[in-house]
Every structure is written in C-alpha cells, then in structure tokens.
C-alpha cells in the first residue's frame, strides 16, 4: 500500500525540518511536555496555521487543493470544538447509528441543546462530527481529555474499529502513554522543537543527533 500522508521539510511554530512518512492505517501517537507545541503541529497540518515546507496526501500536494478539501480529508479534532447551531443535528448530514451507540448515545441525543452539553458530550459528539466527514487523515486532539474511563473504553474502541474498517491516518496527541501504547503504532516524543521516537526520548538518547525519519 503506498504513502497516504507525507511532510517533507515540515515547519511551523515549535517544530522545524519534520519529515515524516504515514501508511494507510498507520496510528501514530504524540506525547510531550504542557506547551510543547503539539496543538500547533496539529493545526498546521490541517492547514489552519500557517506552516513551511510540504504537505502531501496520496501524492497531491496540499497547495494544490482548496484549504476546505484538505480540512475535509485531513480532519482535525481539538481539544475545544466549536459548535454554531443550537442543538446537535444540524451539525451532522448523515451518521451511523451504530457509531452513536458505540460512544453510548442514543438517537435523542440528536436533539439536545448544544448549550447543556457536558463537555464529555462535546467531546463525543465533535468526534463523531469529525468521524463522519470520513476523513482519510484524523488528527485527534486530546480525544479523551474530558472523558471517564466508561467512554474512554468506548472512545478507543470505536476508533480502533474504524482503523480496521477504513484504514484512515491517525495522529493521536495524548498525555496518556498508557493509551498511546494501546491505540497506536509508534510513538513520539515533541519537545524543544523537534521529535524523537519515544524509547530515544526515555533512554535520553536524542543528543544533539538528527531525529530519525520515521517510515510507518
Ligand atoms: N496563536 C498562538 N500564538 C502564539 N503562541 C501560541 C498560540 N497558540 C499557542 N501558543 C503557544 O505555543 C505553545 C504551544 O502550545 P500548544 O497548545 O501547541 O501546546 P501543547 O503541546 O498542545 O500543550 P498541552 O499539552 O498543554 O495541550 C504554548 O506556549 C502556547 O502558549
């Protein structure tokens, strides 16, 4: 299977000269200090900050598509979601049934007033409004930040079914190592500005050496 997601000389607030390579399928999780620019690395690869070097999915460079496609295919899930109707439909054109059970809602849950949602509901309810753009990128923001273990278990469970489904790219930022060695393949390290493979960073390994080019 070829490359889905490749940064090539890749740059943007906090981090610079990122290379990197994702599969189809691939996870890759993404650790680091409070501040160390995680979010702004996700940001900038949905093309909502501005960055330097190149961004390719399937071969087609990111500049060679209108900003709002590449959102689309490369689908960012922050921390915060932003919601501008008044109560949950509307934000949605079309979502399985079965993924609004699997994050332990019902089909009432269309309904509610955005503005009474508990901010595990609004984290639920923006991943499935991410999920169903069916992005073939998902850059997940913390997506269990506000969650208790119950939806966390449902959370990485539904996630872990699309990846066999659908083979998307993921980019899982998480605090939890734990989880990250559950859900994702690789795991890196983002700190002082660059990235290193999480062994190198725990074996205090990353020197003054390049990072290695991670091919997953
Ligand atoms: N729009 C902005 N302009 C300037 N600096 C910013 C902006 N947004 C965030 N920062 C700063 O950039 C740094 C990285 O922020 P970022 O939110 O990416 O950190 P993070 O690694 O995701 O942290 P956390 O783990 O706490 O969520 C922080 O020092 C933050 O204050």
Redesign the pocket.
Known sequence: MGTVFKLVDFGC??VEGLNMELAAGRCLGLT??????????LRALADL?PYEGRMFLDGVEAVRMPAPQWRRKVALLP?ESAWWHDTVAPHFDALPASWLEGLGFDARAMEWQISHLSSGERQRLGLLRMLAQRPAVMLL??PTANLDPKNTARVESLLEGLRRETDPVMIW?S?DLDQLRRCCDDIMV?AHGRLTALDEAAAGDGGDRAPEVPRL
């Open positions: 607030r906090g680091g200090p409070s501040g160390s620019g995680k979010s702004l690395l900050d921390a923001d913390e930022v605090h983002l």
